[in-house]
């Protein structure tokens, strides 16, 4: 486990079965294709910071709550190829588009990250 996309990501609470409906399919496909691990986590002791939190990063508005989740990949070249095909894949074309999905993706959160410390 070398490599990570990691993901923050502002959802109406009033949206949460629907975004937890679209990532238990993102999932299943990430996984299908390769990914070692997909994981979604949902804010439960996360405060607004003086200068800069969870909740400021996104932009959180009332009525939100922010989600933190990751994918995990052997490399960053495994996660290229991965990601390749699960963006062609028609199951998941639906959460391509920024109209249909559960959440503000404008102010979604994310980037590739390099193995640091395990312990």
């Not at 986590?41 to 922010?66: A, C, M, N, Q, Y």
């Not at 052997?74 to 963006?87: G, L, Q």
Request: no cysteine.
């Amino acid at each position: 486990m070398s490599y990570v996309d990691g993901f923050v990501v502002p959802v109406p609470r009033k949206n949460l079965a629907a975004y937890r409906r679209m990532a238990q399919k993102a999932g299943k496909v990430w996984k299908e294709y390769g990914a070692l691990e997909y994981k979604e986590w949902v804010s439960d002791d996360v405060k607004v910071g003086k200068i800069t939190s969870f909740p400021r990063s996104v932009k959180l508005k009332p009525g939100e709550t922010v989600v933190f989740s990751w994918i995990v990949y052997k490399s960053r070249a495994h996660r290229d190829r991965v990601n390749a095909k699960v963006m062609k894949d028609p199951r998941l074309a639906d959460m391509m588009d920024p109209k249909s999905t559960p959440f503000d993706g404008k102010r979604l959160i994310y980037g590739g990250f390099k193995k640091l410390v395990f312990v």
